[in-house]
């Protein structure tokens, strides 16, 4: 074989091991539509809307949507976003924390999807900061 040959081959498969920039949202949209198939309408809109807020995000922060990127520098930066967006529904500006964790609690349960499945190693939205913010969905009163 020649060298040529040689030295296509081996660059080749260096370019293959790069990192596809687009395969997380390329698994994302692969997940939404396993949900149309498994889960009710409100369910998949939920989930397309963290699509969307999660392209916002990387786009106003710059930020690479990787599932090696998903950690608690995501966490602190996303959750912040989320807190300062403009909200149509409210006179001013973030969603509220129970909204916020919801994001979240829907993110962690795509990327445990997507581990479960090899898309990744990443385990750091396993970490106890990385948490799901909400609040009591009934007061517990008691008498004496």
Not at 13 to 30: A, G, H, R, T, Y
Not at 58 to 72: A, G, R
Request: proline residues 3%.
């Amino acid at each position: 074989m020649c060298i040529k040959k040689l030295l296509n081959k081996e660059f080749r498969k260096q370019s293959e091991k790069k990192p596809d920039k687009n395969k997380f949202l390329m698994v994302f949209n692969e997940y939404v539509e396993h949900l149309k198939d498994t889960k009710s309408p409100l369910t998949v809109k939920k989930f397309e809307t963290l699509n969307k807020r999660l392209i916002e995000f990387s786009s106003v922060f710059n930020y690479p949507l990787t599932f090696e990127s998903i950690d608690l520098n995501f966490y602190d930066k996303f959750k912040k976003y989320l807190l300062n967006i403009d909200n149509p529904t409210r006179k001013r500006k973030g969603l509220l924390n129970d909204s916020i964790g919801k994001y979240m609690a829907n993110l962690k349960t795509f990327m445990q999807w997507t581990l479960d499945r090899n898309h990744h190693t990443n385990t750091a939205f396993h970490k106890k900061q990385f948490k799901v913010d909400k609040k009591a969905k009934h007061e517990i009163i008691t008498s004496y």
